[in-house]
T-cell receptor
């Protein structure tokens, strides 16, 4: 079976740091992806992990532990424009199909 | 420019009138997929395709058809649309080792 879980909503303050967690149980694993989606727009790619550890890209970092079925997205120096939904996705089985989590809606307050 | 192109962006139609939403990618990607997104339900996969002439059902395939006759195109067909298919639809593509690239979306309203 396929199951990906994320918190539904989170709130943080401008300038702060926020961590969005993702846990997964999927049949096969070929990478975990994080996407950002503003309301009514297409998701845009943020980060990708296939090996355990931390990947850093500017204000965004993503961590993966394959043995625990766990990932997180870390957003630093939050800005108002970071208010969006953040989607966790796992590529599984044949190495091509993507399974998405329900998404976490982040609100950044002044 | 590398992109996934969906058309139309907006569509209002009536129950039972067959429609097709087109999706085309210019990146020679093998994998293509269709999703629908409804408030509070996240992205739900309708159909996906690993390559030409290879398609598989996703989580919510009922009421939809797809075809993959050429690598670049993956149209979504609604033979007899119903109001519960009112949604925001996304097409996406990728190759092994690359992230999913999404089209800009099609907002469909069925009255």
């Amino acid at each position: 079976g396929q199951n990906i879980d994320q918190p539904t909503e989170m709130t943080a303050t401008e300038g702060a740091i926020v961590q969005i967690n993702c846990t997964y149980q999927t049949s096969g694993f070929n990478g975990l992806f994080w996407y950002q989606q503003h309301a009514g727009e297409a998701p845009t790619f943020l980060s990708y992990n296939v090996l355990d550890g931390l990947e850093e890209k500017g204000r965004f970092s993503s961590f993966l532990s394959r043995s625990k079925g766990y990932s997180y997205l870390l957003l630093k120096e939050l800005q108002m424009k970071d208010s969006a939904s953040y989607l966790c996705a796992v590529r599984d089985n044949y190495g091509q199909n993507f399974v998405f989590g329900p998404g976490t809606r982040l609100s950044v307050l002044p | 420019e590398a992109q996934v192109t969906q058309n139309p962006r907006y569509l209002i139609t009536v129950t039972g009138k067959k429609l097709t939403v087109t999706c085309s990618q210019n990146m020679n990607h093998e994998y293509m997929s269709w999703y629908r997104q409804d408030p509070g339900l996240g992205l739900r996969q309708i159909y996906y395709s690993m390559n030409v002439e290879v398609t598989d059902k996703g989580d919510v395939p009922e009421g939809y058809k797809v075809s993959r006759k050429e690598k670049r195109n993956f149209p979504l067909i609604l033979e007899s649309p119903s109001p519960n298919q009112t949604s925001l639809y996304f097409c996406a593509s990728s190759n092994l080792g690359s992230p999913l690239h999404f089209g800009n979306g099609t907002r469909l309203t069925v009255t």
